[in-house]
């Protein structure tokens, strides 16, 4: 992904997290849970780095269902 943004000369780039694709063995709090995604710790590395690399103009985050606690005390801390 970065290598693609990098080569596109982009500097400033805008984030759409859908939750949904979060494994949900890992996180459980999306409306629609998908076997087999990423961990939340790979997500918030890839936003990371999106944000050590490119001017983050906005971020969403979108598909959470308040479900538990502990994932979104999780999803606050992935996303500072």
């Known amino acids: 992904l970065l290598d693609t943004l990098q080569r596109s000369g982009c500097h400033h780039v805008y984030v759409h997290f859908d939750v949904d ?5 890992d996180f459980r709090s999306s409306y629609y849970q998908v076997p087999w995604g990423p961990t939340l710790a ?5 936003i990371g780095a999106l944000h050590r690399h490119f ?3 906005g971020l969403s985050v979108l ?3 308040d479900r538990e606690a502990r994932d979104r005390e ?3 801390t992935a996303l500072k």
């Open 63 to 65: 598909e959470y269902c």
């Open 42 to 46: 790979a997500m918030a590395d890839t």
């Open 55 to 57: 001017d983050v103009v």
């Open 21 to 25: 694709v979060i494994d949900p063995q």
């Open 74 to 76: 999780r999803l606050v």
